[in-house]
């Protein structure tokens, strides 16, 4: 507790760790129990800094109790839930260490690899990733989703992001105010990781099961952060209606000689109903798909044009000065 407070007052830290918490009453304990001797063993001055997402069960309580004990946990009080990539950046904005890690508070990251990725960064990587090796703690569909995820994302973006590499990272100060400075209001975390480069080196590791409660991201939920993901990052699916739309006039105008040559040569044909509808139909489908795209990056625009900030604070519950 004392070299605790010399350290505070120099309002410098070599080391953050930036948890965002939704409902993570149950796993506070256990996982400050396992991350404080980590950190301490690494022998560097740190800070754990808890964004509280806006839970609902008695999270905010424990950090309470946690920081009573350990007063270089930092505790951030979202006025409301505002989703973890919102929390995770609101973190990383506040924290002050030469490294920030962000990890999430059920444990699924870790917090052994901290002293490996300090190691690596300080030889003179600027970003640590932690990739997991095994996801078999995830279910089938999930771990099938999220390989296709990747591959489409990484096949039509100009970043590419490593498959199966989470927000469990060491990013190097630098990396960390390249970040700050990006303006984007929808902020799909992993992408800006991506999106911002630096010297990286890869830690593989095997992803356990949740510690306690359950995962906060539905199949709806990660359907849309996927969305998400691909239009902050690639404006192809916009792209691919202008070679649609040619590759279909092509066929109409191939079809429609076609038809043209045959009422020359063989007379009038019987009115063909069928082959009518169904082209109707798929173009009809064809339009809808088009203009949806359209939509989701018009929301987009929309959603940034705004200006609204990433999340608002209710409490700090900072350092002592
Ligand atoms: N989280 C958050 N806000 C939310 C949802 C989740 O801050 O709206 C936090 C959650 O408390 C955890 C981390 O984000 O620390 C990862 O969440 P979860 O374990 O549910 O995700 P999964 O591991 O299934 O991807
Ligand atoms: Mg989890």
Known sequence: MNNTKQILSLNHCTLSIVCPMYNEEESLAVFFNRLLPVLVSAGEPFEIVCVNDGSRDATLERLFTARKLEPRIRILNL??????????????????????????ADLQDPPE?????????RQGFDVVLAQRTDRSADHFLKRKTAEWFYRLHNAISDSVIPSNVGDFRLMDRKVVEALKALPERRRFMKGLF?????RQAVIPYSREARQAGASKFSGWHLWNFA?????SFSTAP????????LFIALLAFTYGSFIVGRVLLLGRDMPGYASLITVVL????????????????????YLETKGRPVYI?????????
Request: charged content about 20%.
């Open 238 to 245: 916009l792209r691919i209606w202008t070679y649609l739309g």
């Open 282 to 301: 798929f173009l009809g489908g064809i339009q809808l798909i088009g203009l949806g795209v359209l939509g989701e990056y018009l929301g987009r625009i």
């Open 79 to 104: 006025s409301r839930n505002f989703g973890k990539e919102a929390a995770l950046t609101c973190g990383i904005d506040h924290a002050i260490g030469d490294a920030v890690i962000p990890i999430d």
């Open 113 to 121: 690899l901290i002293i490996e990725m300090l190691q690596l960064w």
């Open 313 to 321: 604070v209710r409490d700090h519950f900072d350092h002592e000065a």
């Open 194 to 198: 991506a999106w911002v480069g630096f």
């Open 227 to 231: 969305l998400e993901g691909i239009t």
